[in-house]
C-alpha cells in the first residue's frame, strides 16, 4: 500500500468510482479511519444516487418524433436535391454568360491589378496554411463532396475541386478564406515528397470577368493567375515557375465548360 | 452518415435528461436537444478525434449557456417553483415524485456552471477529462467546482424541504 496523502480530488472521484481499485480501496481504508470525513463522502454519495434516480425518468420516456434522428438526416438530404436544382439553373447562366461575355472578349480584358490582387490573396492563404502542419485544410479530401457543395454554397456557383493527380498533386483538401471581394475557396494539394500548392478561386469584379494567365508572385511564393467567365483562378506554391505552369494549365482545362 | 446514426441515436436519451435538468420545462429542452443534434448532423465530418459523447454534450451545453444570456439579457425567466411538476418524474410514486421534484428544485439553487458540472459527472457518468472539455475549462477548475458544487447541494439538502426564504443558505452555513 503506497503513502500517498488523500486529496480532495480521491474523494470525489471515490464518490464517482473513477479511481483505480487500488486507489479506491486506500481511501475507504482513509475514511474508515476519518468518521467525519466518511460522512461528508457518504452525502455526496446519497446525493449522486438521488440526482441520478430523480434525472433517470427522463431518459425513459419515448422520444418526440422531432427528435428522430433518421428524420433530421433525411430533412437535411430533402434540402439538398434544391440546391442541385439551383446550381444546374446557376450552369445554364453561367454559360449564356460566358457566350455573351465572349462577344464582348477583349472590352472586358481584367485590369492588371485586378489578377495581381487575387494572386496576393492566393500567395497569403499559401503562406498562412501551407505551412500548417496541424489543421492546413479544414475540410479533407475524403469528404471532397462536403467540401465541393460548401465553397458552391458560398461562392454561388458551382465549383469544383481540381482533379490535379495526373500533375503529381494530390487533393488535401480545402477551406474558404476571407478575401477583400468576399468568400474564396481555397484548395491544397501536394505532391510526394510533401511540397504543397494552393488554387485559390473567388468571383471577379464586373471589369475583370475575363483575364489571360499570368505569372505572379509575392515574395518566395509564385505561381500563375487568370479569370474565366467571372471567376478568378489563382495557383501559388513554393515550386518553380516552369514546373507550375502545366499544373495552371491543367487547373484552367478542367474548369472551362466541356 | 450510417455511422452517425449508430454513434448518436443511442446518446439521445442521456441528451434529453441532461437538458431537461438544466432547463426544466420540458418542450424548451427538447428543442434545444433538437437543435444539437441538427447541428450534430451538420458537423458530423467536421469533428475531431475523440469521444462523440462529449462532443454532443458540448455542443448541447453551448446551447443551453447561449439561451440562458439570452434569456438573461431579455430579463425573463420562470420560477423554478412555478415549472410545471409533471415535467419530472412521470414514472415515479407520489412520495417519490415530491421526493425527486425536491431534490431538482434545490439543484436549480445553484449557479447553473455548478449544475452543469454535477450533471455531467454525477449523472451522466462523463469523465473529469471530458467534463473539462465540454465546458471549455481546466480540469483543475472542474474538481473544484464539483466540490463547491456538491458542498452546497448539501447545504441546500440538509435545509427545509421547500424553501420558504430564498435566502435561508446563508442561515444554513451555520449548521453545525
Redesign the interface.
Known sequence: MSHRPIT??DL?GY??R?LEPERQAEVAAYLNDHPDVAK?VA??TG??E????????????P??A??N??R??EQ?RARQPSFVRWAAAALVLLSIGGIGGWSMHGALQASPGGLAALGQEAAASYSVYAPDRVRPV??RAS?SA?LVQWVSERLHRPVKAPDLTMSGYRLMGGRIVASPHGPAAMFMYDDDRGSRIVVLIRAMSSADQNAPMTPQSQGDVGGFAWAEDGLGYSLMGRAAPQSLRPVADEVRRQSRPI | ?QD??VQ??PL???L??YA??LVRERAAA?DL??DC??RA??RW??RRDGSVRAWLFTILHNLAINQFRQSAARGSHVPIDESNEDD?????AQDQKL???D??NK?AKLPKDQQAV??L???EDL??ADAAKVLDIPVGTV?SR??RA?ER??QE?EGPSNGEASNIVSIRSARE
Open positions: 480532495e480530488d470525489h464518490v464517482d473513477v461528508r452525502a455526496f446525493q449522486r438521488l440526482l441520478r434516480a430523480a434525472i433517470a425518468p427522463v431518459a425513459e420516456e422520444l418526440p422531432a427528435l434522428l433518421s433530421i438526416i437535411r479544414e475540410v469528404d462536403e | 452518415m452517425m446514426l448518436v441515436e439521445i436519451p442521456a434529453r435528461r431537461r435538468s427538447d436537444v433538437q443534434l441538427e448532423v451538420s465530418h467536421q419530472f418524474s412521470v414514472a415515479a421526493m425527486y421534484r431534490v431538482m439543484l454535477l450533471l459527472i454525477a449523472v469523465s473529469y474538481m464539483l466540490s456538491r447541494l448539501q439538502l
